[in-house]
């Protein structure tokens, strides 16, 4: 069946270093999703990106899909401590999304 | 604009017990689903609607039942609940089936 990889589980960083979680689909993807959960808190849509290779910027989050879709990171530059929670991709494929297991991070000030 | 509601908050049920947990959503979304999300893992899909009247099976459905007679409601209901069960329950809705999905507040299930 359809499996989506995310690693790291856990990363610690230390406030201003940079931080990245992959996603990684046993097949081809129709697209990605990637949200943000605080703790304690509900999955926040963040990002839709759908072309082969497309790279998206949000301020400090720089969000990339593969040339093959079946892959994509999220890269976040000089961490702040707004940013930890937990991100996960979704990978869609039909009416379906399948969420990754999430990369939870931590920022010590 | 109130989003995606989600009733109750917290629940404890009892072995063999039933429950229906509630999710309505006020942005005339089409499309609803229901997961579950266990400690430290991320989200399963256990059913999903495209449109009142039409419901169907996600990764994990056993032991659960859904309807949709409404575009706005979308109930879960649990019959004979079992430990497996204890979970957070999150309801989501999307304009269509590849847009950006909006979450509910979750429901919290313990199961003893």
């Known amino acids: 069946g359809q499996q989506v990889m995310q690693i790291p589980q856990y990363q610690h960083v230390q406030e201003g270093e940079d931080f990245t979680t992959y996603c990684n689909s046993s097949?081809?993807?129709?697209?990605i999703q990637w949200y943000k959960q605080r703790p304690g808190g509900h999955p926040v849509f963040l990002i839709q990106?759908?072309?082969?290779?497309e790279v998206k910027k949000q301020k400090r989050l720089t969000f990339q899909f593969g040339e093959a879709k079946k892959n994509s990171s999220l890269h976040i530059t000089a961490t702040q401590t707004t940013d930890v929670g937990t991100y996960f991709c979704a990978g869609n494929t039909g009416n379906q999304f399948y969420f990754g297991t999430g990369t939870s991070l931590t920022v010590i000030p | 604009n109130a989003g995606v509601t989600q009733t109750p908050k917290f629940r404890i049920l009892k072995i063999g017990q039933s429950m229906t947990l509630q999710c309505t959503q006020d942005?005339?979304?089409?499309?609803m689903y229901w997961y579950r999300q266990d400690p430290g893992m991320g989200l399963k899909l256990i059913y999903y609607?495209?449109?009142?009247?039409?419901?169907d099976k996600g990764e994990v459905p056993n032991g659960y039942n859904v309807s949709r007679s409404t575009t706005e409601d979308f109930p879960l209901r649990l019959e004979l609940a079992a430990p497996s069960q204890t979970s957070v329950y999150f309801c989501?809705?999307?304009?269509?089936?590849?847009?950006?999905?909006?979450f509910g507040p979750g429901t919290r299930l313990t199961v003893t």
């Open positions: 609607s495209v449109g009142a009247g039409i419901t």
């Open positions: 990106l759908v072309k082969s290779g």
């Open positions: 097949t081809t993807l129709s697209n």
């Open positions: 942005m005339n979304h089409n499309y």
């Open positions: 989501a809705s999307s304009y269509l089936g590849y847009y950006e999905q909006y």
